[in-house]
Every structure is written in structure tokens, then in C-alpha cells.
Nanobody, 115 residues
């Protein structure tokens, strides 16, 4: 079955950095666009970033543009999200999702930014 397993979350101070990883299996990873979606406590899901199947095109929500970078390694079936200059409002559960619309999601990894 399709499996998406996120890792790399944790607790950081404002201005810090984290790199999230998503290990994919159960499908041809290189054939799919991929996305990151997050959900903060008490709020609905927010699309964060997307990348096409080859990795040549990437897309970002205005709230993270210039601070986050999405990348993928198709040889390793892995999706990444490099997060720099983290803010308190970045605190959320971060999900790896298949396709830009997200037909499958992982279980998520928690990112907590606190002072």
C-alpha cells in the first residue's frame, strides 16, 4: 500500500531551522508530484509547498516563500522540506502528501517553534 512516513520534526526557537523528510513507498514515487501540507492547532489544513515529479518546478505558499525550500531525491524515494527562519506561526503538524492536491497523506511530524 501507499506509505508516506514523515520525520525530522522537533522543537526549535524562532529563527531556527529544521529539515523534514518523507520516505515514500508503495507507488512509483518519480511519477508523482508531491506536496507538504500543515495543520496548526485549532485550524484547518494549509497547503505549504509542492514540487513536480522531476523536481524542476516548485511552488510555495506566500507565508513560507523565501524561507522554505522543497526538494526531492527520486533515487531514494524521499521528499524534503528545508525550513529556515522559523516563526512561531510555523508551529503545526506537517504532512507529506502525494500529488499537488494530495490523494494520500502521511501521519505527520510535529514542528514546534517556541521562545
Amino acid at each position: 500500500e501507499v506509505q508516506l512516513v514523515e520525520s525530522g520534526g522537533g522543537m526549535v526557537h524562532p529563527g531556527g531551522s529544521l529539515r523534514l523528510s518523507c520516505a515514500a513507498s508503495g507507488f512509483t514515487f518519480s511519477s508523482y508530484d508531491m506536496s507538504w501540507v500543515r495543520q496548526a492547532p485549532g485550524k484547518g489544513p494549509e497547503w505549504v509547498s509542492g514540487i513536480n515529479s522531476v523536481g524542476g518546478s516548485s511552488y510555495y505558499a506566500d507565508s513560507v516563500k523565501g524561507r522554505f525550500t522543497i526538494a526531492r531525491d527520486n533515487a531514494k524515494n524521499t521528499l524534503y522540506l528545508q525550513m529556515n527562519s522559523l516563526k512561531l506561526e510555523d508551529t503545526a503538524l506537517y504532512y507529506c502528501a502525494r500529488a499537488l492536491r494530495g490523494d494520500y497523506w502521511g501521519q505527520g511530524t510535529q514542528v514546534t517553534v517556541s521562545s
